[in-house]
């Protein structure tokens, strides 16, 4: 992976991990880092099951890909606030 793709990646994660964190219910008590973070690993997971199904490249925008890992990404958020939530 060239570095523009490394760069873009995080860019998209950080899309994803704000949309996956608009989708969950109520107020979450983690950090915009923590959203980035989670938003950088459902970008890279959710687009490797889309390889695996191949729905990774269609003509045109990526929809199934985006929701995808928008839904993987308000999973983590979810349970990633639901961890601290227990922790304290």
């Known amino acids: 992976m060239e570095i523009s793709g490394i760069i ?3 860019v998209i994660g950080l899309i ?3 949309l996956g964190r608009l989708v ?3 107020r979450q008590h983690i950090g915009i880092l923590w959203t980035i973070v989670v938003g950088i ?3 890279f997971i959710g ?3 889309a390889a ?3 729905v990774a490249d269609t003509k045109g925008v990526d929809w199934i890909e985006w929701l ?3 839904a993987l990404a308000a999973l983590g958020i979810a ?3 639901r961890a601290k939530a227990a922790h304290r």
């Open 68 to 70: 995808i890992q928008i």
């Open 47 to 49: 687009a490797g099951i």
């Open 8 to 10: 873009s990646a995080i």
């Open 79 to 81: 349970a990633l606030d």
């Open 52 to 54: 695996a199904v191949g």
């Open 24 to 26: 969950v219910p109520g």
């Open 16 to 18: 994803i991990g704000v």
């Open 41 to 43: 690993v459902a970008a």
